[in-house]
């Protein structure tokens, strides 16, 4: 399972609500291989049901698919928004993560 915080459904929602193309949409979130701590988080909208395979999670109307090689990595996390001094964007509160880099878009196992 993973979370949604409160924030990252408003902003999830905001950012539907301001572009076309995501109005009726899911948020997908992956894994893939990258960065500079060896795998990245990836975010997309999809107008696409849910794969058959797929994890989906859902808070206050907003739905999340993940797929499950990316849901090994991702069990348990939280996804969060920050809006804050240290820079805008989403968070991943990852505990499969050992180690992380400097701007918190790559991680290792």
Same mark, same amino acid.
């Given at each position: 399972? +993973? &979370? +949604?915080? $409160?924030?990252?459904?408003? $902003? +999830?929602?905001? +950012? &539907?609500?301001?572009?076309?193309?995501a109005s009726n949409s899911s948020l997908r979130v992956m894994v893939t291989g990258g960065g500079c701590s060896g795998m990245s988080y990836k975010l997309g909208f999809e107008n696409e049901p849910a794969k058959p395979t797929d994890k989906v999670f859902e808070r206050d109307g907003v739905k999340v698919y993940i797929d499950p090689k990316s849901f090994l990595f991702l069990s348990g996390t939280e996804l969060d928004f920050s809006d804050g001094l240290n820079g805008t964007g989403f968070v991943f509160n990852n505990p499969n993560a050992k180690r992380t880099c400097g701007c918190g878009s790559s991680f290792s196992v």
């Open positions: 399972m +993973i &979370q +949604i915080s $409160e924030k990252a459904v408003k $902003e +999830i929602k905001r +950012i &539907q609500s301001s572009d076309p193309t």
